[in-house]
Structures are given as C-alpha cells and as structure tokens.
C-alpha cells in the first residue's frame, strides 16, 4: 500500500506513497534551495518511522486478542475472508486512479479540504477509541462516571433491527474532547505532530479491528498488495502523483531537519499507513494463532515482528543505496510471511497454522444462538 517517503511539507503523501529518498527544494525568496538532510537527521528520521510504526502493531496485536470478545459495536472486529482479500487490490488500484483522475481535473485545494473535513471525524473517533484503555486507567476512582447508550433503530415490534448500538460513559466523553482539540490543531495547523497523533491512531485501530479469518488469506492479501504497491510505483507515476497532491492524515512523519528548526521542521521522511497495517493485520493473525496452541513462546508473533522490523529496515537500505522511491510491500511481505514459514516448517507445525481458521463474531454468535436452541 503505502511507502516511505522523504518530501517537503506541501505536499504530505497518500496512502500509496513510495518509500523515497528525494530532498525536495523549498523556494526562498523565489530561488529553489535544496535541503540536504545530515546523517543525524536522517537517522533521527528512519529510526523513529520504524519505532512509531511498531508502536501500532503490537500493542494493536494485543488488543486484536481481546477485541473480539467485546458486546460493544464499536469494538468488534472486522472479519477478512479470502475473497475480500482477493478484491481488495483490484478495489484498491480503483480508488487510486481514481484520485489521480480527481486531482488532474479538480482543483487539488477543494479536494483536500473536503479530505480534511473527513478525515477530522475519523480521525477524532479513531483517537478517541485509541486512549480509552488508557483513560480507564487514569480515571480517577472518586469522579462518577456515568453510562450512555446511543441507540438507532429500524422498523417496530419484532421487526425492529439495530443499526447502531453504542454504549460509553464519561471517560469515553473526555477522550472524546482530548481528541477533538488534536482535530482541530490538525485541520487549521497541519502539524506534523497532530498528524502522526491521528496517523497512529489510524493504524492501531486498523490492526486491532481487522481480522484476517486465516493465514491463507492473509497470504492473498498481502501477496495482491505485494503486485499492486510494485506496480503502482515501477509501472506508473500514478502513486507519487496521487501522494504529492494528497493532504490526510494517512502516513507518518518525520522531519530530518528536526535538530536544526525544531518543531517547524519542514522536510519529511514519511511511512504510509498501508504498510504499517497490512503487514499489521498478518502480525496480529499469527499472535492469535499462538494464543490457540495455549503456549506462552508467542514464537510465530516475535517471528513476524522481528521480520517486519528487517522487511522495513531493508527498505530503507535499499533506497538509499539505490537512490530511488521504494514500494515497502516489495520488501514487508516475503519477510512477513516467509520468516513465520520457515519457523512453522521446523517446529513441524505447517499445517496447523494454515488450518486454522477464525469465524467472525456473527457467525459465532448464530453457532452460539444454534447450540442454545439445541
């Protein structure tokens, strides 16, 4: 999906942004001066772009075991089949040439302001989602804290069916303020902070609420991204341009003139989203196979986090050397998958992790519904 990428602050990268080294010029006084990142600044860079993508994937692999057990909407899990990984990619392709045909006939400024007003919503209940287990933590015990229920209906008597059943209380209502300030930092200042802030959020949420059904799937979906991110970086200029026009908080960033301008640092190194939860997803997968086999090694989770912090150092590796925009799935997803291969083909145990299989919450519930009946 997304890659890293190294850029000026006008244009901050979409979901389908190349991993780049490229030290864009900024115009001073009409004249174009390139920025040259020092090798501190770079590493202070690359170093936290790999620390914040991790941050997400494991603490949303943690809270991908429990999250399925929750009876609020909010929090139950998105189950991925193979044929929505399968059409995912095409889906995908689609969405992207279709913001590119966008930004070549539209004015880029009424689009993205459009983005940004979408993109505050979601980013504000997605932060707010995210601090709640904290809160919960930090509550003060001697405060009520009172529950609310936000209940949609269709229809009447028997009929009746829920459309939205949300049940919070007043720690969810603080959570929800904290996050609206960081929304509107966001929409007025565009700051690379409040960016990252809604960014990690993103991906936590993502990885936590995503579940693949099995590694099968897991395989086709990240093997269809794996064509689709190569494709659309190698094949065409669709995705950089795309990146260069999109303004959303769907990447996180990190200046390399930090240690020189401080926090009105301008000159990005940035990682798309899409490859901080698409490897995420497979990740969590894995933990919640190691939790099946009632083991406490979470041997195939380490395997798969140790394989995503080579797959993304590789990455970075390669586009410097190469001196050329990076598709980071190219890289993700053979460490991904075949690090926890090789592990599963030594310990024997190859053909229990790909049987087994994850049933989403509807289904269990029916099953659960069929056995009380019984």
Not at 23 to 51: C, H, Q, R
Request: include cysteine.
């Amino acid at each position: 999906m997304a890659d890293i990428e190294q850029g000026s602050s006008a244009a901050l990268p979409t979901e389908g942004t190349p991993l780049q080294d490229a030290n864009d010029t900024d115009t001073l006084n009409g004249t174009a001066a390139k920025f040259v990142a020092t090798a501190e600044g770079t590493a202070l860079a690359y170093g936290s772009l790999v620390l914040m993508a991790l941050l997400p994937i494991f603490f949303g692999a943690l809270r991908s075991v429990s999250s399925s057990k929750s009876k609020n909407s909010s929090d139950m899990p998105e189950t991925i089949t193979s044929r929505d990984a399968a059409r995912f990619p095409i889906i995908a392709s689609c969405t992207l040439f279709g913001l590119y045909l966008f930004f070549k006939i539209f004015s880029q400024e009424y689009i993205n302001l459009l983005l940004s007003m979408y993109f505050f919503v979601l980013g504000i209940l997605a932060l707010s989602h995210t601090m709640s287990p904290f809160m919960n933590r930090v509550f003060p015990a001697n405060l009520p804290n009172k529950q609310y229920q936000l209940l949609f209906t269709q229809g009447t008597g028997e009929s009746k069916e829920e459309i939205v059943n949300y049940e919070f209380d007043t720690k969810d209502l603080i959570c929800l303020g904290i996050s609206s300030v960081v929304g509107v930092w966001y929409v007025l200042k565009k700051h690379w902070v409040a960016n990252n802030l809604f960014g990690l959020a993103f991906a936590l949420n993502g990885v936590e609420l995503l579940h693949l059904n099995n590694v099968s799937t897991g395989c086709i979906l990240l093997g269809g991204l794996f064509v689709y991110d190569v494709f659309w970086v190698f094949g065409t200029n669709v995705m950089v341009t795309v990146a260069k026009s999109f303004e959303a908080p769907i990447k996180l960033v990190f200046p390399q003139d930090l240690l020189e301008r401080g926090l009105d640092a301008s000159n990005f190194a940035m990682l798309g989203l899409g490859d901080v939860v698409i490897p995420g997803i497979f990740i969590a997968l894995l933990l919640r196979f190691d939790v099946s086999l009632k083991k406490n090694s979470r041997t195939y989770f380490y395997t798969s986090f140790f394989a995503y912090i080579f797959g993304l150092g590789f990455t970075i590796f390669i586009m410097h050397t190469f001196k050329h925009a990076q598709p980071a799935l190219l890289y993700l997803v053979p460490a991904c998958i075949g690090f926890p291969v090789v592990v599963a083909l030594v310990k024997g145990e190859l053909t229990e992790m790909f049987r087994y299989e994850e049933s989403s919450p509807e289904l269990e519930a029916e099953k659960t519904e069929s056995d009380k009946d019984k």
